[in-house]
C-alpha cells in the first residue's frame, strides 16, 4: 500500500491519461465520415512520425502480425533473404520467414552486440540471390539500436529490399524512413505510442509496393495493396480497431506537440540517466555501444538470480521490469524507458535495483548513483538533442 | 444539439459504461502474474460464453483474422471445403479458403434465405472428399440465422468438420459449441460482447484440435497450437491487447451476472419488437424465417434511394444504422440490436426510419407503430425466453 505501481517494462507501457480517456470514448461506426475523417488526420501524423510520404497502414495486430504482414507481402516462397539475428526478435524474423517458406541467411551477432554493417554489404556481394535483408532497429531482447542508417545506405546500392522492425524505436529514437531509404518500417502500439497492445503501423518504400504489387500475398489476413486501397477511402480493409485509433490520436497529439526532435532529446536523455546509474551502482550494461533509445539490459552479477530480484523490485518498491529471454534468462534485468515514463520513474528503477540486489545478493547500497543518474540526464538534455549515439559525447 | 448519437449497426456496438472504464485502465505487463489471473478467471467464463470445455483462445485482431486463422490452422492446400454462400461473409469465406489453396465447393443460396440443411446432407454424401462446412451462424449482411444445430448433427455424422463464424450471434443467440457438435466456432469482441473491435475469440473441438495439430499452419500469425499452450499459462502467443482482455472481464461481468439465458431473451425480444414495428410501418424484413437475434435487414421500397434514407436517420435523428452490402447496396437497412442496446434504442431507430421514409420518400407517417412494436417486445420478453424462432409462435 505504500508503493504505487510504476511500469518500465520495454512494452506495454504506462498510458498518458488523455489516450486512457480516448479509449474509454463511446463507439462510433468505421464505415462513417466521423470516423474517416479520424483516419485522414491520423494518416497526415503518421507522416511524419515515419518520416515518410508513403501511407503508414495501421492493422489490428500485435508488431509480430506486422512482421508477418511484411514477410508474406513481399516475397514469393523460395526466395532468399537475410536476417540479422542479433536477439530473440532477429530469430523471430528467421522464423516467419522460414514459415513463408523462404531461404534464410543467418547473419549470426552475438547478443548484446550491434551488427557490422560492413558484413551485410560483404553479403550482398557474395549473394545476389539475397532479395532482402531484415532485421531489427532496436534489439528489445538485448537493448541495442542497429546501426540502419549505414546498413540502408548499402542496401539500397543494391536490389535487395531493407525491412526494418521499428516495433522498439519508432517514436523513441530517429528512423526518419525516405531520408534513410527504408523499403518497409514497422512498429507496435504499445512502445514509443504509448497506447495498449493490439494496433500495428507498417509503410513501404515505392519499390517495395512494386514488389508487393507483383505478388499475392500470404496471407488472406494481411493484404497489403487491398488495405492501402482501403485507406485511401479513410478505412481499414478488415473492421478497425476503433478505440486504438482515437488513443493514436491523443498520443500524437504528445508527441507531435512539440516535435519528435523533443521526444528523441528525452529518449536520450534517460538512456543516459539509466547508464550513468546503473554504472554508478556497479553495474555494466550489455549494449557496451550502439545502445537503444528506449530500452536497457544490465548484465546482472554472477550469482544473482534475476528472476528473484525482479520478483522483489514488483513486490517490495511497486517496479516492473523485464527479464532476459531465452539464452539471457536470469542474467539480465532490463528497464523500459519508452512511452509514458519520465526521469522520475528511472530513478525509481534504479533505486529498486539497488535495493533489491542488497536483499537477494547481499551486496551494500550504492552511494550517489541517483544523483550521478539526474547528472546525466541534465547534461544530456543540455547537449545536443536528437544526435545518433555514435555522435554523443555524454556517453560515460 | 437536441439528439444524443445512437448506435444501431450491426457491429461495434455502444459501449456499457463498465467497459469503458476498463477499457481506460492503465496498462500491466502481459507476462506478470496479475495479469495471467485475470487470463484465466476470463477464460473459465469464456468456456460458459461459447458453451465448451475446450479452450477459448483470444486473437489480436479482427472477426476475420479468426477467420483466416481457423481456414489456414485446420486444412492444407489442396482439402476440399464446403462454403455456404448466403451473404456476403459467406463469401469471404470462400475467398479465405481459396487464398489457403483449399478447393472451394459453394452452395449458393439467395440472400435473404438460410440454407436447407438436407442440400448440405446431399453434397456431404456425394462429395466424400469434402474435408469441412464453413457457414456463418448469423450472416451479418442479410440478418439471416442459419440452422446450425441441424446442420451440425448432420456434419456430425461425418468426418467432415464444422466450422462455423459465430461473429454476430455468439453472445447474442444460443450456440452451445459442444452440445451441438460443432468443430471450430469464433466470434469478434465488437458484436455481442459490446467491445471495441481488435480481439477475436476461437475454439476447437477434440477432433479439429487433432486436425489442426497433424499440419502446419498456413501463417505464422495464426498458431492455434501454440497459442493453446501459452493459454495454459495464462498467456497470448505474441503481445496481449491488454486493455481488450480488461474491456472482456467486464462485459462477461454484465453478460453471466443473471446467465445467458436472459441476454437471449432479450435478444429475441428486442428481434420482435423491430419486426413488429417494421411491418407496421409497413415494410417487410428481408429474412422472412430464421431471422438473426441482432441484426434485422428491412427491404426498402422501390424507389426509396437506401444510402439518403441512412444519411438522414443520422444526421437529423442520430441514429446511426448499416446499409446493404454489395448487391443489396441501397436496397436495405439493417438494424443492428446486438451488444450494448435496448428497446428504448430500438424504437428510437423505427422512428427514425418512419421519419426519414417520409422526408426522403414522401410516405405518410405510420401510426401506432411504436406501441405495436413495444406490444410484441413485452410478449416475447412474457413467452418463453431463450427459445429458438422455430418454434417461436410470436412472429407475426
Known amino acids: 500500500m505504500f508503493n504505487k505501481q510504476r511500469l518500465l517494462t520495454p512494452g506495454p507501457t504506462p498510458l498518458p491519461e488523455s489516450v486512457r480517456l480516448a479509449l474509454a470514448r463511446d463507439m462510433i461506426h468505421h464505415r462513417k465520415s466521423d470516423f474517416e475523417n479520424i483516419m485522414f488526420s491520423v494518416q497526415d501524423r503518421l507522416h511524419e512520425l515515419f518520416g515518410t510520404s508513403s501511407p503508414v497502414l495501421p492493422l489490428a495486430c500485435s508488431g509480430t502480425g506486422a512482421m508477418t504482414a511484411a514477410v508474406y507481402s513481399l516475397f514469393r516462397p523460395g526466395e532468399t533473404v537475410l536476417v540479422v539475428n542479433a536477439g530473440k526478435f532477429g530469430e523471430r524474423w528467421g522464423e516467419i520467414a522460414r514459415s513463408r517458406g523462404l531461404k534464410v541467411v543467418i547473419l549470426d551477432v552475438e547478443w548484446g552486440q550491434a551488427v557490422e554493417p560492413q558484413k551485410i554489404a560483404d553479403m550482398l556481394a557474395a549473394r545476389p540471390d539475397i532479395s532482402a535483408v531484415l532485421l531489427q532497429l532496436c534489439e528489445t531482447s538485448t537493448g541495442v539500436l542497429q546501426p540502419v542508417r549505414e546498413i540502408a545506405a548499402i542496401v539500397a546500392k543494391t536490389d535487395a529490399l531493407l525491412v526494418v522492425d521499428g516495433i522498439s524505436a519508432v517514436g523513441i529514437s530517429p528512423c526518419p524512413m525516405d531520408e534513410w531509404k527504408i523499403d518497409c518500417l514497422l512498429t507496435g502500439s504499445q512502445k514509443g505510442l504509448m497506447l495498449p497492445p493490439g494496433l500495428a503501423l507498417i509503410a513501404l518504400s515505392p519499390r517495395a509496393w512494386q514488389k508487393a504489387e ?13 488495405e492501402r486501397d482501403s485507406l485511401k477511402k479513410g478505412q481499414t480493409l478488415f473492421t478497425t480497431p476503433v478505440n486504438l485509433i482515437f488513443g493514436l490520436q491523443a498520443s500524437l497529439d504528445i508527441l507531435l506537440e512539440k516535435g519528435l526532435r523533443d521526444v528523441y ?58 527479464g532476459g529471454q531465452d539464452r539471457l534468462k536470469g542474467k539480465i534485468v532490463r528497464i523500459g524507458h519508452m512511452g509514458w515514463v519520465d526521469w522520475s520513474d528511472c530513478l525509481a528503477a534504479l533505486y529498486a535495483i539497488d535495493r533489491s540486489l542488497q536483499l537477494v545478493g547481499g551486496y551494500s547500497a550504492a552511494r550517489d548513483y541517483l544523483e550521478t543518474a539526474m547528472a546525466a540526464y541534465n547534461l544530456a538534455l543540455a547537449g545536443q538533442p536528437g544526435v545518433l549515439p555514435d555522435s554523443a559525447q555524454v556517453r560515460s
Chains 1, 2 share one sequence.
Do not use: H
Open 214 to 226: 507483383s505478388m499475392s500475398p500470404g496471407c488472406f489476413y494481411f493484404n497489403l495493396p487491398r
Open 265 to 322: 532529446a528525452k529518449q536520450w536523455a534517460m538512456t543516459m540517466l539509466v547508464r550513468a546509474g546503473a554504472r554508478a551502482i556497479g553495474l555494466e550494461m550489455l549494449a557496451k555501444n550502439d545502445y537503444s533509445w528506449g530500452v536497457t539490459a544490465i548484465s546482472l552479477p554472477e550469482g544473482i538470480d534475476g528472476g528473484k530480484l525482479l520478483q522483489v523490485a514488483r513486490e517490495k518498491y511497486g517496479v516492473c521490469m523485464a
